[in-house]
């Protein structure tokens, strides 16, 4: 059986991950843990965060026991381990694929400099707060905090820098009255127009136009905590993973839910979409 040509991925506390034709929602393969071809150890707790670096050999993690991980893919080694010194819930990798960018339990968010193989900034936007999840805007130019206060906070990027080190304020957004679970800005080809979406323990996710952080559309159907959403390629669709035990895809365009995964026995919660240079799920 072919492929499909665009795959939804959905991962569960029923130990199991799904692979979904994201365009008919037909789920055709399920992996239940701990199926696994290689294993990466030495995490000493919950691993929150993934990602991959863009040349395919190495990731990186953030985890709970406080530290993010540099793993050689091709050796399934840990190559560098970076002190939090609390929680770590979220990391992300600057475009500049230079840096990594990690926020904590205790409000830090840190830049961690891959090339001097240190930290190269430390801020605190709201002392004793947990930043729950970051963004990096595709060009560089943005980053946003998201925290467990329903807030988040947004730093421009200065240009013409090859380090982000130098974080100019530029917006606080008081998004929901609860957590803010995953926020996450549009991709490249959504321009001209840039959008920040928010998931919430208020069961909704919310779509903000970057320019003045108007809100566009608050997106409702999940019947519990949003934990998790990737956009579409082109930035048209939005899906999203929730307590509920569903997955959702939403369209940007008049906000509504126009699939439902189910499938998952307990909460759904992290999402990814792989769409490549194809259209988007219609």
Known sequence: ????????????????????EAKSGRCYRTIQYP?????????????MAVGFHCDGNWMYSGSEDGTVRIWDLRTATCQREYESRAAVNTVV?????KELISGDQNGNIRVWDLAANSCSCELVPEVDTAIRSLTVMWDGSMVVAANNRGTCYVWRLLKGTQTITSFEPLHKLQAHDGYILKCLLSPEFCDPNRYLATASSDHTVKIWNVDGFKLEKTLIGHQRWVWDCVFSVDGAYLITASSDTTARLWTMSTGEAIRVYQGHHKATVCCALHDGAESAPS
Not at 8 to 16: F, G, N
Not at 35 to 47: A, L, M, P, R
């Open 35 to 47: 199926d696994s071809v290689i294993s990466y150890d030495s995490h000493t707790s919950n691993v």
């Open 93 to 97: 990798l600057h475009p500049n694929q």
């Open 1 to 20: 059986m072919a492929q499909p040509s665009v795959i939804l991925a959905t991962a569960s506390y029923d130990h199991t991950i799904r692979f979904w």
